[in-house]
């Protein structure tokens, strides 16, 4: 039986890539894998890639030694949510506090769950979540 296994990217599109980078690698410390001026992709433990793109500059196919990508493109507030341990929720809500980060919302789910809510740069919704929110996590 064919079974997808996991999301290997997510993206977000921004109007300013490096803001977006800054915000991005400052405050959750990713490393940057690939970056031009059109995208930077980011580590998100080892296990994701976050790609940040320019808003509006992945509208035409690009073409590679290797293929092509179809165009793709997005407006609007995107949310994208980040799994994090329990006992470090304190000291996210410490560092977001510290970084003028406003927390719009906080959630608490019936499995056990905490979420916190609150804006990038390009005002999409972040969430940092701890288990307890899905049966899968």
């Avoid at 079974?3 to 803001?19: F, G």
């Avoid at 789910?109 to 940092?128: H, I, K, M, Q, T």
């Amino acid at each position: 039986m064919l079974q997808l296994k996991r999301i290997v990217e997510t993206a977000l599109y921004v109007n300013d890539l490096s803001l977006a980078r800054d915000f991005y690698v400052r405050h959750f410390e990713l490393e940057i894998m690939a970056e031009s001026n059109v995208l930077v992709a980011l580590n998100i433990g080892d296990q994701n890639t976050l790609l940040l793109f320019r808003r509006g500059a992945s509208l035409e196919t690009k073409y590679l030694s290797g293929g092509e990508i179809p165009p793709h493109d997005a407006s609007g507030r995107i949310h994208i949510c980040f799994a994090i341990d329990k006992s470090d929720l304190p000291a996210w809500e410490q560092r977001l506090h510290q970084a003028d980060i406003a927390i719009e919302g906080r959630t608490q789910w019936p499995r056990g769950g905490s979420s916190l809510y609150f804006r990038d740069p390009d005002a999409n919704l972040v969430e940092l979540l701890t288990p307890g929110c899905w049966p899968i996590y």
